[in-house]
């Protein structure tokens, strides 16, 4: 039997820290590095980038993080796997190869497409989120199906040192590297659900050593600023430790590992991904000596007939303005700042939002009966169609330090334009990926 | 009144407009209790007006875990939510401040 792999979990958002990366690339005796970067709006966001200019499209970070990690996986012998392609697999891959090239080493990079369907989806596809079809968002700027283990073994047998896809569904992102590794048929349901399980602990990187865990007193997180991300050993089985890198900041726990586990997970006895659908009822996690894990007991039952597909369109603009009060009565100072905003626009945009910050701005409403902040922030947000009319909120609330109640100070105003995401199914046969193989050897005469 | 924070601990997710709250005993002896009187119309009850739709609760015991999915409570979605917290991850601490 081969011994367990080693996955490292490298990022967990897109805009994720690079020095704990680093740190598991160094000490962490990877065999593999999985980045999880690709937000549901940002391959839409991507997309836009990519219809001005061919060339871009891939995640804006991408230089920055392997210009760093690819020189280490050469050096300690393991791969990296991410989705940092985003709308531009290709392109981060000639990215990639040009950083090689300027840094004198040997790669080779695998490219993963076929994510994008954009061409396929009709416009009276219905959607996931309730009643309505696709066309009923307007024209769909990006539509993105979420591959599996299908569409990227083929790029890791290549024996790529990178593999770099667009949308994939993150547990995929991970249990493609063991499934090769342990060499798992795609049909033993339990091995890729239990493989599913590691791949969704590790998605989001430092969730699962502490960070968006801790609470003083009560849940105590040694050392976060400088947070250790994770790494999994899975052995042929499916069964893993979960650990990491001696000496990091956070803590390995049961407690965090079971939040993690039903992160995000709308149906916790079928699980769905390309993949399986993963029942975690019979998951157990043990603690196993000082900062590991060990997690068991996934089951698979079969694999999803359809792919989920994420469309992005344009939403128009959001205005936003915020003014805060401070002192005695600066509750009821803001309450009038915002029935005065309220009043002026009211008639103007579609759906308006006034937020007292300090007390309702997060929950919608105050738990607390009692409250008497000692200062309150306005916040007023509103959709519009235009980018000027969006500007009108913020110039209100801003107007409010002349015309409003007295001693409203630190006026801020924003405009940002919005991108929705909607979702919807494709059969799985529709959707046919392709792998684009890119190398550089500084030693060979011609590439 | 015991309230949910001294039993439990609590991490919100997000998919679309859909909140999902797992709320997790710190003690095993301390699960039945849960299962108990955190039902789907407690939790209804303690976040009404921020949920606006249907709340799902799938029981967990050998995680001796409570998985709330909640419906229509983020403000039509992360993505057009005009919410500060668009993902809803402060919804934790709000079910926490429940009294049992």
């Given at each position: 039997?081969?011994r367990s792999?080693?996955v490292?979990?490298g ?8 020095d ?16 999880e970067?690709?937000g549901?709006?940002?391959v ?5 980038r990519?219809r ?5 499209g891939?995640?804006p970070l991408?230089?920055?993080r ?5 020189p ?7 791969r ?10 290709v392109?981060?891959a000639?990215?990639?190869?040009a950083l ?12 993963v497409?076929g994510d994008?369907?954009l061409?396929q989806?009709?416009s009276?596809?219905?959607?996931m ?8 968002y ?10 599996g283990v299908?569409?990227?073994l ?12 667009g ?8 249990l ?15 091995r890729i ?9 590790l998605?989001?990187?430092g969730q ?12 105590d ?6 947070l250790?991300?994770p790494?999994?050993?899975?052995d042929a089985d499916?069964n893993?430790?979960?650990g ?16 993690q ?10 699980y769905?991904?390309?993949?399986v ?12 000596g000082p ?7 996934a089951t ?16 128009g603009?959001?205005?936003e303005?915020e003014i ?20 002026r626009l ?5 759906e308006?939002?006034?937020?007292l ?8 409403r ?7 902040p000692?200062?309150?922030r306005v916040?007023v ?5 235009t980018s ?11 107007a409010l330090y002349t015309?409003?109640?007295?001693g409203?100070?630190?006026?801020r105003?924003?405009?940002?334009e ?7 199914l494709?059969?799985?046969?529709r ?5 684009s193989?890119?190398?550089w ?6 590439v | 009144?015991?309230?949910l ?5 609590c ?10 709250l797992?709320?997790?005993?710190y003690?095993?002896?301390?699960y ?12 209804a009850?303690?976040l009404r007006g ?5 709340i799902?609760r ?7 875990a ?7 409570a983020?403000?039509g979605?992360?993505t057009t939510?005009?919410?500060?917290d668009?993902?809803?991850k402060s919804?934790?601490?709000?079910l926490?401040a429940?009294?049992?």
């Open positions: 039997m081969k792999i080693r490292g979990a990022a967990g958002f897109q805009g994720d820290r690079l704990p990366a680093l740190v598991l690339a160094e000490r962490g005796k990877l065999d593999v590095l999985a980045l970067c690709l549901e709006r940002t839409a966001l991507a997309q836009l990519r001005e200019d061919p060339s871009q891939y995640d991408l230089e920055r392997m210009r760093r990690l690819v280490l996986a050469k050096r300690y012998g393991f990296i796997v991410t989705n940092m392609g985003a709308a531009n697999p392109a981060a000639d990215v990639v190869i090689a090239r300027e840094q004198g080493l040997r790669v080779k990079v695998a490219a497409t994008d369907v061409a989806i009709r009276d596809a219905p959607i989120e309730g009643r309505g079809a696709i066309g009923d307007g024209e769909p700027v990006s539509a993105n199906a979420y591959l299908e569409a990227l083929p790029a890791l047998q290549t024996g790529a040192d990178v593999v770099i896809t949308r994939v569904a993150d547990p995929s992102l991970f493609a590297p063991i499934a090769d590794w342990h060499d798992w048929s795609l049909d033993d349901f339990d659900a239990r493989g599913t399980c590691v791949g969704h602990l998605e989001c990187a699962l050593t502490g960070g968006y865990f801790a609470d003083p007193g009560r849940k997180v040694p050392d976060l600023a400088w250790g991300f790494f999994a050993d899975v499916g893993a430790t979960l990491k890198v001696e000496g990091t900041g956070g803590r390995i726990s049961v407690a965090n590992a079971k939040e586990l039903l992160y995000e997970v709308t149906e916790p006895y079928g769905r991904t390309p993949d659908i993963v029942d975690f009822s019979g998951v157990t996690l043990r603690e196993a900062e590991r894990v060990t997690v068991a007991g698979g039952k079969g694999r999803p007939a359809q792919l989920k597909v994420s469309v992005g369109y344009l939403a603009f959001v205005g303005g805060g009060y401070a002192g005695p009565n600066a509750l009821n100072r803001a309450r009038l700042a915002g029935e005065i905003v309220r009043e009211e008639g103007q945009f579609g308006m939002r006034i937020d910050i300090g007390s309702t701005s997060l929950n919608g105050s738990f607390d009966a009692n409250e008497n000692y200062e309150v916040r947000a509103a959709r519009a169609s000027e009319l969006a500007m009108l909120v913020g110039e209100e609330v801003e015309n409003g109640p007295a409203g100070g630190g006026a105003k924003y405009v940002t919005q991108i929705g995401i909607v979702s919807t494709i059969d799985r046969e959707v046919e990926s392709r792998v193989v890119r190398e050897n500084p030693h060979a005469e011609t | 009144m015991p309230k924070y001294d039993l439990a601990h991490r919100a997710g997000d998919k679309g407009d859909t909140s999902i797992s709320v997790i005993a003690r095993e002896e301390d039945p209790l849960l299962v108990e009187r955190l039902t789907r119309e407690a939790v009850k303690h921020i949920v606006q739709g249907e799902e799938y029981e967990l015991p050998g995680l001796h409570l998985q709330f999915v909640c419906s229509h983020l403000g979605g992360v939510s005009l919410a500060l668009s993902h809803g919804l934790s601490y709000a926490l429940l009294e049992l």
